[in-house]
């Protein structure tokens, strides 16, 4: 190994501490801030000493929570960013191209309109059973034919079914206004109203699908090489790709569930973090882990601040932040380069 790479390894390496550092530091902020602020003593008594304060209550109950579900989401939506954008060879790609925030957000109007389902807690089920079935059909569909399911073929499968989903949901909406008035607070994206069931609903599935991302990170690196180079290196092109689509899902439909569709963080976050790791996916996915619950919470927290004693749900800034963003990597010529 040469000198340069083992520096070059070093510099991402200590970048990545720092970057871990701040999301702490972030963490901190989102449960201190918000329409009543918190002293660091306050929120260390509610830890160590709790009660039935109200102070402990907000800390405990709320934002606790929320600051968890925001790292959990954050994390899947940049780690699953930077599968498909690599995976789909798109550099525009994000976790809505397989339509898995379309699958999502049908079965939590089915569950609301037909089922009356009503809590946050049983929407998370039906919304990652959503995410899950129409992420098979996508795979299914662009399987067929010679070639099997290419990142092209993949694109425009999940794009024709997402948009498929979103007349049936705009239907069914039309007809039941009970049904929009209710899912309309999830369909926006937030971090608020989540409690820790909530939390522990998606655990198992965004936790599997952050270590799957890592462990597919070198057979990507080989894949971006091009497919005659990566079975060359030993790669097993179907597999990987299964898997990935597997990754892809229960990071995407864990995070829809939890936090409702939230869009630009897995298109921004990969790009952002490609300025300092370059395209190597060993390095790009963990960034992304770390930057994109960054990007999330400091954006939540923004939300909270900027509209005392209301606040703005987070799906809103992430959409006003990201809108820029996107128009800026439509214009960059360097884009298509991962």
């Given at each position: 190994?040469?000198?340069?790479?083992?520096?070059?390894?070093?510099?991402?390496?200590?970048?990545?501490?720092?970057?871990?550092?701040?999301?702490?530091?972030?963490?901190?902020?989102?449960?201190?801030?918000?329409?009543?602020?918190?002293?660091?003593?306050?929120?260390?008594?509610?830890?160590?000493?709790?009660?039935?304060?109200?102070?402990?209550?907000?800390?405990?109950?709320?934002r606790?929570?929320?600051?968890?579900?925001?790292?959990?989401?954050?994390?899947a939506?940049?780690?699953?960013?930077?599968?498909?954008?690599?995976?789909?060879?798109?550099?525009?790609?994000?976790?809505g191209?397989?339509?898995?925030?379309?699958?999502?957000?049908?079965?939590?109007?089915?569950?609301?309109a037909?089922?009356?389902?009503?809590?946050?807690s049983?929407?998370?089920?039906?919304?990652?059973?959503?995410?899950?079935?129409?992420?098979?059909?996508?795979?299914?569909?662009?399987?067929?034919?010679?070639?099997?399911?290419?990142?092209?073929?993949?694109?425009?499968?999940?794009?024709?079914?997402?948009?498929?989903?979103?007349?049936?949901?705009?239907?069914?909406?039309?007809?039941?206004?009970?049904?929009?008035?209710?899912?309309?607070?999830?369909?926006v994206?937030?971090?608020?109203?989540?409690?820790?069931?909530?939390?522990?609903?998606?655990?198992?599935?965004?936790?599997?699908?952050?270590?799957?991302?890592?462990?597919?990170?070198?057979?990507l690196n080989?894949?971006?090489?091009?497919?005659?180079?990566?079975?060359?290196?030993?790669?097993?092109?179907?597999?990987?790709?299964?898997?990935?689509?597997?990754?892809?899902?229960?990071?995407?439909?864990?995070?829809?569930?939890?936090?409702?569709?939230?869009g630009?963080?897995?298109?921004?976050?990969?790009?952002?973090?490609?300025?300092?790791?370059?395209?190597?996916?060993?390095?790009?996915?963990?960034?992304?882990?770390?930057?994109?619950?960054?990007?999330l919470?400091?954006?939540?927290?923004?939300?909270?601040?900027?509209?005392?004693?209301?606040?703005?749900?987070?799906?809103?800034?992430?959409?006003?932040?990201?809108?820029?963003?996107?128009?800026?990597?439509?214009?960059?010529?360097?884009?298509?380069?991962?």
């Amino acid at each position: 190994m040469s000198r340069n790479h083992r520096g070059g390894a070093a510099w991402r390496g200590a970048a990545l501490l720092v970057a871990l550092v701040l999301l702490v530091l972030v963490c901190a902020l989102s449960v201190g801030l918000g329409a009543m602020d918190m002293s660091p003593a306050n929120v260390i008594s509610a830890f160590l000493s709790p009660d039935d304060s109200y102070s402990t209550l907000i800390v405990t109950s709320m934002r606790v929570p929320r600051t968890l579900v925001g790292l959990l989401a954050g994390a899947a939506l940049g780690a699953s960013g930077a599968l498909m954008q690599t995976m789909t060879r798109n550099p525009l790609a994000d976790p809505g191209l397989l339509g898995v925030n379309a699958g999502a957000a049908t079965a939590v109007v089915f569950a609301v309109a037909f089922l009356g389902m009503s809590s946050l807690s049983s929407y998370v089920w039906f919304s990652f059973a959503g995410a899950l079935a129409i992420s098979l059909l996508v795979y299914a569909v662009s399987s067929t034919g010679r070639g099997g399911a290419t990142p092209v073929r993949l694109a425009l499968a999940g794009t024709a079914v997402g948009v498929v989903l979103t007349s049936i949901i705009q239907a069914v909406l039309l007809v039941q206004p009970v049904t929009f008035e209710r899912y309309r607070f999830w369909a926006v994206g937030a971090l608020a109203g989540r409690d820790l069931a909530v939390v522990w609903q998606v655990v198992p599935f965004i936790v599997a699908g952050l270590v799957l991302a890592l462990f597919l990170a070198p057979s990507l690196n080989a894949m971006a090489l091009g497919e005659d180079s990566a079975r060359a290196l030993g790669v097993r092109l179907g597999r990987t790709r299964v898997f990935g689509a597997i990754a892809i899902t229960l990071l995407c439909g864990g995070a829809t569930a939890a936090a409702g569709p939230i869009g630009f963080v897995g298109l921004a976050v990969p790009h952002m973090v490609r300025f300092l790791t370059g395209p190597d996916q060993r390095w790009v996915i963990p960034y992304s882990m770390v930057v994109a619950p960054i990007l999330l919470l400091s954006a939540d927290i923004a939300g909270r601040l900027v509209a005392r004693p209301s606040e703005l749900e987070v799906g809103i800034v992430t959409a006003c932040l990201g809108a820029p963003v996107f128009m800026w990597l439509v214009r960059r010529r360097k884009v298509a380069k991962l």
